[in-house]
């Protein structure tokens, strides 16, 4: 085993801490553009806020055979949105910024859209497409941040693995319900 020191000196930690205190959890090791992260974070907000709404519409809207499961799927994935949003707004926070939750350009900000849909089948395929970009853009972010804010860039790879897991539901529903019409066209033919 190499002598090489585990940490700085001691007293060096202690007097580099003692520097820009004002500055909270962000201390001279932060090697990240704090106004880019704080940027993609406010995106990420704006894009988790519109999927909050967006699923709650479709938890309110959803009605048919297949209705009840797939309201309640919808209710669970804006409950874990809403989630998502309330660490990026406590992220950004952390980092010196504002969270963005001004309602206005609230879709400009958004990397989604608020498509409502108005059947079941295309409510579930507007969230899942919504859940596909977020997943494209949350693998970005983390590529973008790399080893320059651990903090955030793990606070991404949770949230990008939830986002993976709701694209995967709503991919099931849509798999079942096809398969659902094929046995009804075959009975009925």
């Not at 988790?48 to 519409?57: A, F, G, H, P, T």
Request: hydrophobic share 40%; with cysteine; glycine share 6%.
């Amino acid at each position: 085993m190499s002598e090489k020191p585990f940490l700085s000196d001691v007293k060096e930690l202690r007097r580099r801490a003692r520097q820009h205190i004002e500055s909270g959890a962000v201390t001279n090791g932060y090697r990240a553009d704090r106004e880019k992260v704080i940027n993609l974070l406010n995106e990420a907000l704006a894009t988790e806020i519109v999927c909050v709404l967006r699923y709650k519409r479709h938890y309110f809207m959803a009605q048919g055979i297949h209705a009840d499961p797939i309201a309640a799927e919808f209710l669970q994935h804006a409950n874990e949105e809403q989630g998502h949003a309330d660490q990026l707004a406590g992220r950004i926070t952390q980092l010196g910024g504002s969270p963005n939750f001004n309602p206005e350009g609230l879709l400009m900000r958004s990397h989604s859209e608020y498509i409502e849909g108005t059947t079941l089948v295309e409510m579930i395929r507007e969230d899942l497409i919504a859940e596909r970009i977020a997943i494209e853009s949350y693998t970005e972010m983390i590529h973008f941040i790399g080893e320059d804010d651990i903090t955030t860039r793990r606070i991404l790879e949770t949230i990008l693995a939830v986002e993976e897991e709701h694209a995967d539901d709503l991919s099931s529903f849509l798999a079942d319900m096809d398969q659902d019409w094929k046995n009804r066209d075959r009975s009925a033919g």
